[in-house]
């Protein structure tokens, strides 16, 4: 970079055989960073389409709003809401404020908020009811300023089959934003979620997968490809795939619950019990005493059993989850508390229960008469 400009320099490099097969150049004004990455970007991308003589097939990418300030703060909330934590989504919500009060028409900003806003409920940032119907005002706050906004759209599905379990208007509006935008990375999550939910299992691999090829430095998604392999019974290829997570980000503590998970559901105690307590270890430090004294005396369903208890403590607050304390009573048998919870869950209308049909540890309940009416409740029938 000299006298306020920057040069880029970009080789085509042929894998096959190593040799570069050319070399671009772009020399751009620095001072507007937006306008020379677009520039930069747009020259190297159409001397490549020129040397295999064919054009985009896309459009391009659009960042909504001029203001490199509040582009930032919404890509610092997209990121913190990825990571999948009640903390991270609640400061998320708090950067895509200061993005709209930078720029009150930025309408990817609302969308990311409202995205945020539903993590939040799900993970028990805040009242799932609140945070949803908050989330559906943000929403429509975005598409009401740019009504052809695929992130929108994508968001208004997930809020469908979230919350509304509205599954035919979540499937519409997903498709939808799939249509304005093709290469939307959250419409291909949000529509392998929907699938996943209504036991469409290789579609919804494929559209998670799909969602990778974008971005494929997404440990969400990378993560929800773990989960769907795991509800769709794939238990040793999710092993492996929720592992791929944690060799990334070690600290990624929503990774090692679904891998417990999946080696409880597929039967191996052991190692069920080993990333159970490295995932203590990472959040709940002082339990991890407690823990290895049960697993010693009584093993891994004394620990279940434990770990149930002090659960059960959060029951009259606002973030119990009882759609996990369900799961966990029906991996023990215990079918009676398992329904009670289910119950609790509609009734706080939690966000995972659209995942009822599929989830692996409710098969034990799947032919008594009254799971057929959760699922009917639940519009999943």
């Known amino acids: 970079m000299a006298g306020g400009k920057i040069k880029v320099t970009s080789q085509l490099l042929n894998v096959a055989n190593g040799r570069i097969e050319g070399t671009y150049q772009s020399e751009q004004d620095a001072a507007k960073v937006f306008a020379m990455q677009d520039a930069i970007a747009g020259e190297v991308g159409n001397k490549l389409l020129a040397q295999f003589a064919t054009t985009s097939s896309g459009p391009a990418l659009k960042r909504g709003t001029t203001n490199e300030e509040a582009y930032g703060l919404y890509l610092q909330g997209r990121n913190l809401t990825f990571n999948r934590t009640p903390e991270g989504t609640r400061k998320a919500v708090e950067y895509f404020e200061q993005a709209i009060r930078l720029d009150p028409n930025f309408a990817r900003a609302y969308s990311g908020m409202a995205h945020a806003l539903i993590a939040s409920g799900n993970l028990g940032g805040g009242l799932p009811r609140v945070e949803y119907e908050k989330a559906k005002e943000v929403v429509q706050k975005a598409l009401a300023l740019d009504n052809n906004l695929a992130e929108g759209y994508a968001v208004l599905g997930e809020l469908k089959f979230t919350y509304e379990w509205d599954f035919a208007g979540a499937e519409k ?79 990624y503590a929503i990774a090692y619950s679904w891998l417990w998970l999946a080696y409880d559901v597929k039967g191996d105690d052991d190692q069920a019990y080993e990333w159970f307590m490295k995932l203590q270890k990472r959040t709940n430090p002082e339990r991890v005493e407690l823990f290895q004294k049960a697993y010693e005396t009584s093993g891994w369903q004394a620990v279940r059993q434990n770990f149930l208890e002090l659960n059960k403590v959060n029951d009259p607050k606002p973030s119990a989850n009882y759609y996990a304390m369900a799961r966990q009573c029906a991996l023990m048998g215990d079918k009676e508390q398992a329904f009670a919870y289910l119950n609790k869950a509609i009734e706080k209308r939690q966000g995972q229960m659209i995942m009822l049909n599929v989830d692996p540890p409710f098969d034990t309940l799947r032919a008594d008469p009254r799971f057929d009416v959760l699922v009917r409740r639940v519009g999943l029938k």
């Open 173 to 251: 509006n997903l498709l939808h934003a799939l249509e304005l935008e093709p290469n939307t990375d959250l419409a291909h999550e949000q529509y392998a979620s929907y699938l996943v939910a209504r036991g469409r299992f290789d579609e919804a691999i494929a559209e998670i997968k799909t969602a990778l090829e974008i971005d494929p430095n997404s440990l969400m998604y990378q993560l929800n490809n773990g989960r769907m392999l795991y509800q769709a019974r794939h238990y040793d290829e999710a092993i492996l795939q929720l592992k791929r997570v944690i060799e990334v980000n070690e600290d």
